[in-house]
């Protein structure tokens, strides 16, 4: 069965620092893994993926992400952190021979950005 | 692109009454739609797998006939919720998967629904 933990339900840090988002995985296969970030009452949008390739991923909005096979780890990450990143982000992932099941999610984590 | 709208944003709707939520795949065709259901400041929790022409497969506790999902085409698929109660207030949202990348799910914007 796949699963995604998300440690932390919130992440504080200031304008302008560095910022992580931790998530780490279980699938019994190879793992594509996905980072959403969601506004309020919006829904999901696509931050970037890891298939395969580099470990380290680049996505939008100046966010990437490092797939580590030995943690089974793909935080998000971000060198300068913006008040408008202040969202909910959301971590997910299937296994790639799984066929067509759905992503599975881990419960989020809000990130909130002081000025 | 790959682009999944829903429609309608947002409903409210009295108690007892059902209301038709409509994914639609915009620009590609999908094999597969999934309906997640979202609480406050919660996780997006699996409800149901809808593939085109057959019946959904629906999440262990999501009920069937309460949750009514219909897959009639390669871009379209309903969720109608029925006799809605107050408790079915949530915010749902679909994703679609392409017919040649089955692996990728492309999301909805999602439809807040509020019962009263």
């Known amino acids: 069965a796949q699963s995604v933990a998300q440690p932390e339900d919130q992440v504080n840090v200031a304008e302008g620092n560095p910022l992580t988002v931790k998530c780490t995985y279980s699938v019994s296969g190879n793992p594509y893994l996905f980072w959403y970030v969601q506004y309020p009452n919006r829904g999901l949008q696509f931050l970037l993926k890891?298939?395969?390739?580099?470990?380290l991923v680049k996505g939008s909005y100046g966010f990437e992400a490092e797939f580590n096979k030995s943690q089974t780890s793909f935080h998000l990450k971000k060198p300068s952190a913006l008040v408008s990143d202040s969202a909910l982000y959301f971590c997910a992932v299937r296994d790639l021979n799984s066929g067509n099941t759905p992503l599975v999610f881990g419960k989020g984590t809000r990130l909130s950005v002081i000025a | 692109g790959a682009v999944v709208s829903q429609h309608p944003s947002w409903v409210i709707c009295k108690s007892g009454t059902s209301v038709k939520i409509e994914c639609r795949s915009l620009?590609?065709?999908?094999?597969?739609m999934f309906w997640y259901r979202q609480f406050p400041k919660q996780s997006l929790m699996l409800m149901a797998t809808s593939n085109e022409g057959s019946k959904a497969t629906y999440e262990q506790g999501v009920e069937k006939d309460k949750f009514l999902i219909n897959h009639a085409s390669l871009t379209l698929s309903t969720l109608t919720v029925t006799s809605a109660h107050p408790e079915d207030s949530s915010f749902y949202i679909c994703s679609a998967s392409k017919v040649e990348h089955t692996y990728e799910q492309y999301f909805g914007p999602g439809t807040r629904l509020t019962v009263t």
């Open positions: 890891y298939i395969t390739g580099d470990n």
């Open positions: 620009d590609f065709q999908a094999t597969t």
